[in-house]
């Protein structure tokens, strides 16, 4: 593809330049860095191990193109995320493949990744003939009052590997319509999903510098991002504890910083629940695109009188799940995305054994195609409230069930994690579904629904360490990349004093 002058060929996959001021370019002297197929290990594509100095041309880039980009009119911008969205139709098939051989996430879930992109990049386009502000009475007269939005400047979108194209696409939409340029830093594991992301756009062809795009590793890119004096804002989606470095780094200087972390998410069974209901909800929960979503289910809370029965039925129906190829449309679970994602998962699934009972799975998956790729068996512990397994992130297929007494213990136990993103109940009383709402803390909650399913017009977002207050998604991504500027009109043509001379 468009790999500028200076492209080291080292190999017969496919390279990948950095995408800086309209151009794909590789910096003299740069490094490499493969992608993998974690289904198989075969690479995915080549990439450019950009340094700081690349980094602060990416930064340099979006500085210059950022006057032209914020006055050209919202509705105006619009048009160029109207035809992204037309070409991630186009290409929609293509690019959920390339999410599936990249991630591992079965080929339905690739192809919603990019449907989730789709989605979001239509709503923002509308969202440039809104981009509300408020009118609001002055306390004088012939005043007129009114709050109007206005970019940021240049900002920072780092993102993580498991939504590769619907999550680049949340912030990247986002911040374009608000007349933001952007520098966008991939997940490196799945800088293959992000160079097609930014080849949607080019096609689409946004003005050169609007978006640009550093690949390369996190403690050498991200930093030297988010560092940068002239980068206003950084939107980042990970860890807790890259996003608590993050944090540090930007208020260090002062700039907006944007966390989306983890989560420890519990789905709550109550003994009047629709059994077979809250069964199918656990499945695609805990086990769908490999308990590797940030809303994934990875707390069973199960009351007393259903304990027994859903347990059983669980065990029961993932004798049946189907783990293997992620491009067979009769794979239930892929792989994990890569082996750094599985040493984790495994380390866990040890740490489980010690600490609780395992009911089922808790191994690596070997034989024929499982010896190529990282698959890790769906697993279920049965544990007390409190074990590591039970409070910690795993981000992998691994299930915690806890047996709780009545609805209080229930609420309880749920909210006792340091995270706060995503909860379910499951409960035909429909007073307790409402006391639910109230009582668990999460900043997402389902009603007989599993805990994940996020609609991108709704916010999205968690509270405790899955965040630091702010929403992604819905109107909420509006206010993450503008800035609110209030304006008072005086067109009484004297001098009025506000507090002072109303009385
Ligand atoms: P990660 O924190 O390892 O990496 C996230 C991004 O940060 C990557 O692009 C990485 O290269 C970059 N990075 C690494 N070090 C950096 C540094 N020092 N400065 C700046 N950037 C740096 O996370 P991951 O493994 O890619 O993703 C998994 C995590 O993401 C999980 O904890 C999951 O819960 C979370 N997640 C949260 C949400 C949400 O919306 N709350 C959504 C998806 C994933």
């Not at 993580?160 to 966008?184: D, E, M, Q, R, Y």
């Not at 780094?249 to 789905?267: S, Y």
């Not at 990349?481 to 002072?500: C, G, H, N, P, R």
């Amino acid at each position: 593809m468009r790999a500028g002058e200076g492209s080291i060929v080292s190999s017969s996959v496919e390279e990948y330049g950095l995408f800086v001021n309209g151009k794909w370019v590789v910096p003299p002297g740069a490094g490499r860095f493969e992608t993998i197929n974690p289904t198989n290990r075969e690479p995915v594509g080549s990439f450019v191990a950009a340094r700081a100095a690349d980094v602060t041309a990416a930064v340099e880039a979006a500085h210059k193109a950022f006057p032209a980009w914020r006055d050209l009119p919202a509705p105006r911008r619009g048009q160029f995320l109207r035809s992204a969205a037309r070409i991630l139709k186009e290409r929609k098939a293509e690019i959920g493949r390339i999410v599936t051989r990249e991630m591992g996430k079965v080929l339905p879930e690739g192809l919603g990744d990019v449907q989730e992109a789709i989605d979001f990049v239509e709503y923002m386009d509308g969202e440039g003939r809104r981009l509300l502000g408020e009118t609001v009475p002055s306390e004088l007269t012939s005043k007129f009052c009114l709050t109007v939005r206005q970019p940021k400047g240049v900002v920072a979108c780092i993102t993580p590997w498991n939504f590769p194209t619907a999550i680049p696409n949340w912030k990247i939409a986002a911040a374009l319509i608000s007349g933001n340029t952007v520098v966008f830093k991939p997940a490196s594991n799945t800088a293959r999903c992000a160079a097609e992301v930014v080849k949607v756009y080019e096609d689409a062809g946004l003005p050169p510098g609007v978006l640009n795009l550093v690949t390369g590793a996190g403690g050498t890119v991200g930093t030297a991002l988010v560092e940068d004096p002239r980068v206003r804002a950084v939107s980042f989606t990970g860890g807790v504890e890259t996003g608590r470095d993050v944090y540090v780094r930007g208020a260090q200087r002062l700039k907006m910083v944007h966390l989306e972390l983890g989560g420890k998410n519990p789905q709550i069974v109550m003994d009047d629940a629709n059994l077979p209901l809250a069964l199918e909800g656990i499945l695609f929960g805990a086990f769908g695109t490999s308990g590797q979503r940030c809303t994934a289910t990875s707390r069973l809370i199960l009351q007393a009188g259903i304990y027994d029965r859903f347990l059983e039925m669980l065990v029961r129906r993932l004798e049946t799940f189907r783990v293997g190829d992620p491009l067979d449309p009769a794979t239930d679970m892929g792989p994990v995305a890569s082996a750094d994602q599985e040493r984790k998962i495994l380390e866990y699934i040890e740490i489980g054994r010690r600490e609780a009972r395992l009911v089922r799975g808790g191994e690596k998956l070997t034989g024929g195609l499982y010896d190529r790729g990282f698959f890790v068996a769906p697993t279920i512990f049965e544990t007390r409230h409190g074990t590591r397994i039970s409070k910690e992130e795993i981000f992998g297929p691994v299930l915690s069930v806890i047996k709780v007494a009545d609805y209080a213990e229930a609420v309880r136990v749920a909210n006792d994690v340091d995270y706060g993103l995503s909860s379910s109940i499951y409960t035909r009383d429909v007073s307790r579904a409402f006391r639910a709402i109230e009582d668990l803390e999460a900043g997402i909650t389902y009603i007989n629904a599993p805990t994940i399913g996020a609609e991108i017009q709704l916010p999205f977002g968690g509270i405790k360490n899955t965040g630091n207050g702010g929403r992604e998604a819905g109107t909420a991504a509006i206010e993450e990349f503008t800035e609110v500027k209030t304006v008072f009109v005086d067109y009484s043509d004297k001098l009025q004093k506000a507090q002072i001379d109303t009385a």
